[in-house]
């Protein structure tokens, strides 16, 4: 039965402990800090957390991806009169990533359905996909 619980236990604080390194939303303060050319992976992964999707293509550029929603308020799920309550305006964060073959970010792009953030950049290095 100790074995159980302390199993648990170690399980639940390591849940715990990603949770809490976790962002929860793309600030515009931290998508300043890209800067094509020079940032890393592992620079986006500090400021931004795990992404959401990550892909290589055949020619070793990798895109990352992360997508971040808020729940929808308490209110959207009245009948009728959510909508009208504020229950649609639910924001949604995107934030799709480019990076080279030797690591370097190459491209990226911000998206919020709130318009609260703005920025796109692109390294000089022609690659246009």
């Known amino acids: 039965m100790k074995t159980k619980s302390l199993v648990a236990a170690l399980l639940l604080s390591s849940c715990?402990?990603?949770?809490?390194?976790?962002?929860?939303?793309?600030?515009?303060?931290?998508?300043?800090?890209?800067?094509?050319?020079?940032?890393t992976e592992a620079d986006l992964v500090n400021l931004f957390g795990i992404p959401t999707t990550r892909f290589v293509d055949l020619t070793h550029y990798t895109a990352i991806d992360w997508f971040r929603s808020v729940p929808a308020p308490a209110q959207s799920y009245i009948p009728f009169i959510g909508p009208c309550l504020g229950g649609l305006k639910v924001e949604a964060q995107q934030l799709t990533v480019v990076l080279s073959p030797g690591g370097k970010v190459v491209r990226y792009e911000v998206h919020s359905s709130l318009n609260r953030l703005h920025a796109a950049g692109q390294a000089a290095t022609g690659y246009a996909k």
Not at 20 to 37: D, H, L
């Open 16 to 39: 715990l402990t990603i949770l809490a390194s976790y962002p929860s939303t793309i600030t515009q303060e931290n998508v300043n800090q890209i800067r094509p050319g020079q940032t």
